[in-house]
């Protein structure tokens, strides 16, 4: 929408501008659901799983229930629902069986956090320990122990989802472009390779939280830190059964999402300790311990890729094979499987290509959306993959992207036409190659690297990502004039710490031509009081509601102009205004004011007209298909937007120590609404995606126990682990349906950072390393033309029996 | 149960404690000083900062019965009325604050840095703030923040202050 509205016609959109939720946070008068505390409330704890695959065979409460101050206990036999947004698979606490380290057994409410702990130690429970199935290519086996037998019984989202009953195959995503044999056949060379990466830990810096009380006549109240009120009010309806006008979410600030805090989490175990506590509220707020293993975590992939190149460089075919570990429950996998399915093959054409995605159950902590919702994962394969297939046919890396980038007039994997609206990849890299000096290493950097006994190595990737979500979510904006003609705008999109409230403040503002402290942007939301929104995910927010916020202010401005066209004794069409009122083009001396038409305009005798100022956005993704579940064919893609990264690396080529010199990363975002938040999303995203690339996993051992659920042993980036410089850009090629022609990038920043490590130790040092995070032992392994085994399932704490054999002798059993 | 005193934020309190229970707990649920955040309760992640007499603590390390007796400040003490401190404009002018739950104690920190150095050099702020977690800016803008609200003077507004606040003790 208004993508021809030209910059200097702006004065909110594009401007430097500040948070419209910064005073809050910065004087702690922001309220999150970890600072809440309501009448009467009791404190849950949960008693977890310690095995990875378990019968249970007896669980005993009664020492927990004599205790005083418990005011509830209850076990996974006491309840009867199942969850899930696409696979309805998990239940609230285990029942039967446990299916992963950490998973809940049994939860107690009592009086006080010490009192509930002091119950969940006295539980008793009864295990017969099974062989957990651990990796998913051991879990593909015939001879498998399936992870959910049952799979043939449970509901699912029929038209985006294919189970396989009877295996640990919880989907199986496909597709089918063109003719990859005759490709293949047409090929000057073929590359295969396999690409690695284990799960990772999102560390919102609140852990998941929530209050609930289930009161009187079923009448349930939520607050929760969640990404999506509206969904977790539909799934917790959907789950017990109850109309949704019984349910009423609350969400306040949030501390942190990254996706770990989408769907539904603790809530309904929440809800049910309430109703079994006969009412009172209840809290659980979950340790850091317990957002490891209790609370979902990033999905693990192997990745393979088998690209066929024609004598001039140029992608012949590919096929592209995934394997997904979802961990024990595959509710929301089975969602990243799919997106990163028709995604697979990255911003290149590809004429002939095949995808099989397999979303497979194992007994580990399972997985849910992360910012970037699969693309971080198989964009760390893709991405080395082009570098190493450039290798192989001797062409640079940067020259075969760019022959092969996604140009107008070519054909996406699902089929879907790419034109000059969609946005420039080949722009993208261009820019981001010129921002590291690519192709030269300067004498600058030499003598920087020389001095520390270090080689210079460069790379530039490329990215893609569309939303993942159903071709018809929607969202909805209300805004409110206030009597002083100051602004109300109510949405359910939660912000997080995105900045799109702040966005949507200024196009707003934009729209109703007034200074940006005239609108407010309501905070906390409430499903009793605030319009839909499907969920705060897939970087779809500030597109769709940066739509509707634009038609709710069009729809109040249209309102009063129909009611100062009376007070003016003119017609609508010869009405315009500014930011002080409506007035008639041709004699701007007959003005109303925005404050008399603000709740209804009064004529001097006390006649009244119109009424309060009200307008309504609503608006719904334009065009877009299912895909056919059995070639992939279809309009997934809200909007493609583009980016990349370029990176200098100093690498030792003894130890395998490196530093990032430089990272510069660029992204389409059809119009950069505020430069602040922009680079802010990109740098954020960036950091984070170096931390999964240099150091973040889950390790397990062979029992399928998780080794490092806290921050001493999985460590996440601090200040001193950021490059030394950092540079971020933004090309705008405006989105036809974009408001003011922006497109999301707040998960694109995290994409391919990873990839662009790798490219760049390698090319400064030949190792070519293909799992990932790149610890400098793993780089020394690779220098040394060591195995790389899979590091990530280990008989020690120490983490490298698998992958060092020759250390073996000293630290395993 | 132990009787304790404190100073916090120049308010005097007197108020009976469990001998285990943290400080930061002591904070939150006892005084309602919720702006002080918890993000590990494990001393790994800065997010519980602090100023306990004069210095930088994690509060989820320190139990308020051997902190008796004395002067904290927390984030609830820094902005005077309407008026930001310097340290906090510049976070403002410089998006230094995405979702806000490490920003209390990252402000804490800051002013602790400013109190021992009024003019940290760019490595000097990282190493300021390593020990504490953000896990949406990637640090850059809040170390670009650092910087400005150094040259804006934070440093010389915090021994202005320092020096009011000692005058009102003295003369109570």
């Given at each position: 929408m208004l993508e021809t509205v030209p910059a200097s016609n702006l004065t909110s959109v594009g401007h430097k501008t500040r948070?419209?939720?910064?005073?809050?946070?910065?004087?702690?008068?922001?309220?999150?659901?970890?600072?809440?505390?309501?009448?009467?409330?009791?404190?849950?704890?949960?008693?977890?799983?310690?095995?990875?695959?378990?019968?249970?065979?007896?669980?005993?409460?009664?020492?927990?229930?004599?205790?005083?101050?418990?005011?509830?206990?209850?076990?996974?036999?006491?309840?009867?629902?199942?969850?899930?947004?696409?696979?309805?698979?998990?239940?609230?606490?285990a029942r039967n069986e446990v299916r992963h380290f950490g998973e809940g057994v049994a939860?107690?409410?009592?009086?006080?956090?010490?009192?509930?702990?002091?119950?969940?130690?006295?539980?008793?429970?009864?295990?017969?320990?099974?062989?957990?199935?651990?990796?998913?290519?051991?879990?593909?086996?015939?001879?498998?122990?399936?992870?959910?037998?049952?799979?043939?019984?449970?509901?699912?989202?029929?038209?985006?989802?294919?189970?396989?009953?009877?295996?640990?195959?919880?989907?199986?995503?496909?597709?089918?472009?063109?003719?990859?044999?005759?490709?293949?056949?047409?090929?000057?060379?073929?590359?295969?390779?396999?690409?690695?990466?284990p799960s990772v830990q999102h560390v919102p810096m609140e852990t998941h939280v929530a209050i609930v009380q289930w009161g009187k006549n079923d009448q349930v109240h939520i607050w929760s830190s969640a990404q999506s009120p509206y969904t977790l009010r539909n799934l917790f309806a959907v789950a017990f059964e109850l109309p949704h006008r019984n349910i009423r979410v609350e969400v306040p600030y949030v501390g942190g999402g990254f996706g770990g805090k989408a769907g539904i989490g603790i809530e309904p175990l929440v809800a049910l300790l309430s109703q079994a506590a006969k009412g009172r509220p209840v809290k659980l707020t979950a340790t850091r311990e317990e957002e490891f293993s209790l609370l979902p975590c990033r999905s693990q992939l192997t990745y393979q890729i088998r690209t066929g190149i024609s004598k001039d460089g140029k992608i012949q075919a590919q096929e592209m094979t995934m394997y997904w570990d979802s961990g024990a429950y595959a509710d929301y996998a089975v969602n990243v499987t799919r997106a990163s399915g028709y995604s697979a093959g990255g911003p290149y054409e590809i004429p002939n290509a095949t995808v099989d995605a397999y979303t497979i159950y194992t007994n580990k902590p399972f997985g849910t959306a992360y910012r970037g919702f699969g693309h971080v994962e198989f964009f760390w394969g893709l991405e080395r993959h082009m570098d190493l297939v450039a290798q192989a046919i001797g062409m640079d890396?940067?020259?075969?992207?760019?022959?092969?980038?996604?140009?107008?007039?070519?054909?996406?994997?699902?089929?879907?036409?790419?034109?000059?609206?969609?946005?420039?990849?080949?722009?993208?890299?261009?820019?981001?190659?010129?921002?590291?000096?690519?192709?030269?290493?300067?004498?600058?950097?030499?003598?920087?690297?020389?001095?520390?006994?270090?080689?210079?190595?460069?790379?530039?990737?490329?990215?893609?990502?569309?939303?993942?979500?159903?071709?018809?979510?929607?969202?909805?904006?209300?805004?409110?004039?206030?009597?002083?003609?100051?602004?109300?705008?109510?949405?359910?999109?939660?912000?997080?710490?995105?900045?799109?409230?702040?966005?949507?403040?200024?196009?707003?503002?934009?729209?109703?031509?007034?200074?940006?402290?005239?609108?407010?942007?309501?905070?906390?939301?409430?499903?009793?009081?605030?319009?839909?929104?499907?969920?705060?995910?897939?970087?779809?927010?500030?597109?769709?509601?940066?739509?509707?916020?634009?038609?709710?202010?069009?729809?109040?401005?249209?309102?009063?102009?129909?009611?100062?066209?009376?007070?003016?004794?003119?017609?609508?069409?010869?009405?315009?205004?500014?930011?002080?009122?409506?007035?008639?083009?041709?004699?701007?001396?007959?003005?109303?004011?925005?404050?008399?038409?603000?709740?209804?305009?009064?004529?001097?005798?006390?006649?009244?007209?119109?009424?309060?100022?009200?307008?309504?956005?609503?608006?719904?993704?334009?065009?877009l298909t299912h895909l056919n579940k059995e070639t992939g064919e279809g309009s997934p893609a809200l909007d493609w937007t583009y980016g990349a990264h370029g990176m200098i690396v100093a690498v030792d080529p003894d130890t395998g120590e490196y530093d990032v010199l430089k990272v510069a990363s660029v992204f389409d975002a059809g119009r950069v609404i505020n430069p602040d938040a922009f680079r802010g999303q990109a740098i954020g995203g960036m950091i984070q995606g170096l931390g999964t690339a240099t150091v973040e996993g889950y390790i397990y051992d062979k029992k399928g126990h998780l080794l490092n659920p806290s921050f001493t042993d999985n460590k996440i980036p601090t200040a001193k682990d950021i490059p030394m410089e950092i540079e971020v850009f933004g090309v705008e090629t405006p989105q036809v349906d974009g408001p003011f022609g922006a497109r999301g990038i707040a998960e694109h920043s995290m994409i391919s950072v990873a990839a662009a490590l790798g490219n760049a130790i390698q090319h400064a040092t030949g190792a070519e390393v293909t799992h990932m995070p790149l610890r400098s032992e793993d780089v020394w392994r690779a220098l040394n033309r060591k195995d790389a085994v899979d590091n990530w399932i280990t008989k020690s704490p120490l983490g490298s029996c698998k992958s060092a054999p020759e250390l073996q002798k000293y630290t395993c059993d | 149960m132990k009787t304790v005193h404190f100073t916090i934020n120049g308010e005097t309190y007197r108020r009976e404690v469990a001998e285990h229970k943290t400080l930061l707990h002591f904070l939150r649920e006892d005084l309602g000083y919720t702006g002080t955040k918890e993000g590990c309760g494990a001393g790994e992640c800065g997010a519980c900062t602090i100023i306990l007499n004069g210095k930088a603590v994690n509060s989820c390390l320190v139990l308020a019965?051997?902190?008796?007796?004395?002067?904290?400040?927390?984030?609830?003490?820094?902005?005077?009325?309407?008026?930001?401190?310097?340290?906090?404009?510049?976070?403002?002018?410089?998006?230094?604050?995405?979702?806000?739950?490490?920003?209390?104690?990252?402000?804490?920190?800051?002013?602790?840095?400013?109190?021992?150095?009024?003019?940290?050099?760019?490595?000097?702020?990282?190493?300021?703030?390593?020990?504490?977690?953000?896990?949406?800016?990637?640090?850059?803008?809040?170390?670009?923040?650092?910087?400005?609200?150094?040259?804006?003077?934070?440093?010389e507004e915090i021994s202005a202050r320092d020096a009011g606040t000692t005058k009102e003790v003295s003369d109570a």
């Open positions: 948070r419209v939720d910064s005073i809050e946070k910065l004087t702690g008068e922001a309220t999150y659901v970890s600072d809440m505390v309501l009448p009467g409330m009791l404190y849950a704890r949960v008693k977890t799983s310690p095995h990875a695959r378990a019968r249970i065979v007896s669980i005993d409460t009664s020492k927990a229930e004599a205790m005083v101050g418990v005011r509830a206990v209850i076990t996974g036999h006491d309840i009867g629902y199942k969850l899930g947004l696409y696979v309805v698979d998990k239940d609230i606490l939860a107690v409410a009592a009086d006080t956090l010490e009192i509930a702990q002091k119950a969940i130690e006295a539980i008793h429970v009864e295990y017969e320990e099974l062989e957990p199935v651990l990796h998913p290519k051991d879990a593909v086996k015939d001879d498998a122990p399936l992870v959910h037998p049952d799979l043939e019984s449970y509901s699912y989202m029929e038209a985006a989802f294919t189970p396989r009953p009877g295996t640990n195959i919880a989907n199986h995503t496909k597709l089918r472009k063109g003719d990859v044999e005759k490709g293949f056949a047409e090929s000057e060379w073929i590359v295969e390779r396999e690409y690695t990466n890396p940067l020259e075969f992207r760019l022959k092969n980038t996604l140009k107008p007039g070519a054909t996406t994997l699902t089929g879907e036409k790419i034109t000059e609206h969609t946005g420039n990849i080949t722009a993208c890299l261009e820019k981001a190659a010129e921002m590291v000096d690519y192709g030269s290493v300067t004498e600058a950097e030499k003598a920087k690297a020389a001095a520390q006994g270090k080689k210079i190595g460069k790379a530039v990737v490329g990215l893609h990502k569309a939303p993942a979500m159903p071709p018809f979510t929607a969202t909805t904006v209300i805004l409110k004039m206030n009597e002083d003609a100051t602004v109300t705008a109510n949405l359910t999109l939660t912000d997080y710490g995105q900045g799109t409230y702040t966005a949507v403040a200024q196009m707003i503002a934009e729209r109703l031509r007034m200074p940006m402290d005239r609108v407010k942007v309501a905070f906390e939301s409430d499903t009793d009081r605030d319009p839909y929104d499907w969920q705060t995910v897939a970087s779809k927010g500030l597109l769709l509601s940066g739509n509707a916020a634009i038609l709710a202010a069009d729809d109040l401005i249209a309102t009063a102009y129909e009611d100062a066209a009376q007070v003016l004794r003119a017609h609508t069409r010869d009405l315009d205004h500014d930011a002080d009122g409506i007035f008639l083009r041709h004699h701007p001396e007959h003005v109303v004011s925005w404050k008399q038409l603000a709740i209804g305009y009064a004529y001097p005798n006390g006649n009244g007209i119109g009424g309060p100022l009200v307008g309504v956005g609503r608006y719904i993704a334009q065009g | 019965a051997e902190a008796d007796g004395s002067v904290i400040e927390t984030i609830e003490g820094e902005a005077s009325g309407n008026t930001l401190t310097e340290i906090q404009q510049a976070f403002d002018r410089n998006h230094a604050v995405q979702c806000g739950f490490c920003t209390a104690g990252m402000v804490m920190t800051v002013k602790d840095l400013f109190r021992r150095n009024a003019h940290p050099t760019r490595p000097e702020v990282i190493e300021g703030i390593e020990g504490n977690f953000c896990r949406c800016t990637g640090y850059e803008q809040i170390i670009e923040a650092v910087l400005d609200a150094a040259e804006h003077g934070a440093a």
